[in-house]
């Protein structure tokens, strides 16, 4: 039995890894290694923080779609925006429009 470099314990003629610490022979741990020396980059800013709320699922994603084709509809069929039906996906699709253009503005300002 050998002493482990790292930690000193007994370590096993034919083992692999030191039982106590996990460090092995290839490691390459000693004592008197000068930390000090490395050199790391300065951070100048703080890292950014991801938002918890995703940016655009699949249920924005299907809503889009059924008012996009409400107004592809009520486009190619004559009369369809005489319909509340038609009045009400037509003043929905233009208020969510400009939702998303304001988000993306926002979005592209920041960053």
């Known amino acids: 039995m050998t002493?482990?470099?790292?930690?000193?314990?007994?370590?096993?003629d034919d083992a692999v890894v030191c039982r106590?610490?996990?460090s092995d022979?290839?490691?390459?741990?000693?004592?008197?290694v000068d930390?000090?020396?490395l050199e790391l980059p300065d951070r100048d800013e703080e890292p950014?923080?991801?938002?918890?709320r995703p940016s655009g699922g699949v249920?924005?994603?299907?809503i889009l779609l059924v008012i996009l084709g409400g107004l592809l509809l009520a486009w190619v069929v004559p009369g369809a925006l005489r319909t509340?039906?038609?009045?009400?996906?037509?003043?929905?699709?233009?208020?969510?429009g400009t939702l998303f253009a304001l988000?993306?503005?926002r979005r592209r300002s920041e960053g």
């Open 35 to 37: 930390y000090h020396s």
């Open 25 to 32: 022979a290839e490691t390459g741990w000693v004592d008197d």
């Open 3 to 12: 002493p482990c470099p790292h930690c000193g314990e007994p370590v096993a």
């Open 59 to 62: 249920g924005t994603k299907i």
């Open 103 to 105: 988000r993306e503005i």
């Open 84 to 96: 509340p039906v038609g009045k009400a996906l037509l003043i929905a699709g233009a208020f969510l």
């Open 20 to 22: 106590h610490c996990g």
């Open 48 to 52: 950014r923080r991801r938002s918890l």
